[in-house]
């Protein structure tokens, strides 16, 4: 469940003994109510990763966290209640993903508050999507400008405070530089097959290949083309009857479900990093 009043504490260190108790009875002794815990021991690194969410009528006491953050040698974070992020959409012209992080976001399933959406197409590539009053950006792209077009993203990124991009079927591969300077805060969404197909016309090459199931995967971006950390996937059943138009409509469909749990996982601090790998707790 998500807890909107809700405070949530992010641990991460070396696994050990102790630590749950430790934390637990830090929260304890504040007059924290815990109402969710989720935590992952790591054996092959040992590393251990813990999410709580718990309610106060004050926060504890900074000092007390860092104190049993010092016993062992733990990073840690703490986020308010009600905490929303600032986002910035990215998109091209498949603008259904950009259509559902709207949608989800004005019936208060998502708590973000979209900063800026920025497109390499003019407006009229998804005038389908209403958008209010959300600035919109159009920053075409070529091989000779895309250092300039990048300039001005990271001037906007830091202009509008955004603490999260996504990349909403954002048809342009970012420069390692940019994907550098966005490592941690930049959620894309990828379709992929079983097997994957890579280039132009994917779902034409899934339908030669006859695929049984179609697929995507929502990932953080890194300087390695689609080999980043992943955080959610999901699969559609595909049949012998289904023509690429099928699996285009299906492919819509994974893609905006996929990318909308992962960002609701980002927001709500359900995902944590682990080197080339993430560690969810879902909903």
């Keep these: 469940m998500a807890h909107s009043d809700a405070h949530v504490l992010i641990v991460t260190c070396a696994s050990q003994p102790g630590l749950v108790a430790a934390w637990s009875g830090c929260l304890f002794q504040a007059g924290a109510n815990i109402i969710e815990i989720n935590q992952h021991a790591d054996l092959a690194e040992n590393q251990f990763f813990m999410r709580i969410a718990f309610t106060a009528g004050t926060p504890p006491e900074r000092s007390m966290l860092a104190a049993v953050a010092a016993r ?20 091209s012209k498949f603008d259904h993903c950009l259509a559902d992080l709207l949608y989800r976001w004005r019936i208060g399933e998502l708590a ?9 197409h003019p407006r009229t590539a998804t005038q389908a999507v209403e958008i209010g009053d959300i600035p919109f950006h159009h920053l075409p792209v070529t091989r000779d400008t895309k250092p300039e077009q990048e ?10 405070g955004a603490d999260l991009v996504i990349l909403a079927r954002y048809m342009q591969v970012l420069s390692d530089t940019m994907s550098a300077s966005l490592a941690g805060r930049c959620i894309n969404i990828h379709h992929s097959f079983l097997p994957g197909f890579k280039g ?16 995507a995967t929502a990932h953080y971006v890194t300087t390695d083309l689609d080999e980043g950390p992943i955080i959610e996937q999901d699969v559609e059943r595909i049949t012998h009857a289904d023509t690429p138009d099928d699996l285009i409509r299906k492919g819509r469909d994974v893609e905006r479900r996929v990318l909308s749990r992962a960002v609701n ?7 944590i990093l682990d080197g080339h790998r993430t560690v969810v707790f879902p909903d």
């Excluded at 996982?265 to 995902?271: A, G, I, M």
């Design 200 to 215: 132009a016309r994917p779902y034409h090459q899934a339908h030669v290949r006859g695929v049984k199931l179609i697929g």
């Design 265 to 271: 996982y980002h927001l709500q601090h359900r995902v």
């Design 72 to 91: 062992f040698d733990a990073h840690w974070q703490l986020h308010p209640p009600r905490e929303r992020q600032r986002v910035l959409i990215m998109v």
């Design 151 to 160: 300039a001005s993203l990271r001037a906007l990124i830091e202009e509008t």
């Design 112 to 120: 973000m508050d979209p900063v800026a959406i920025v497109s390499n």
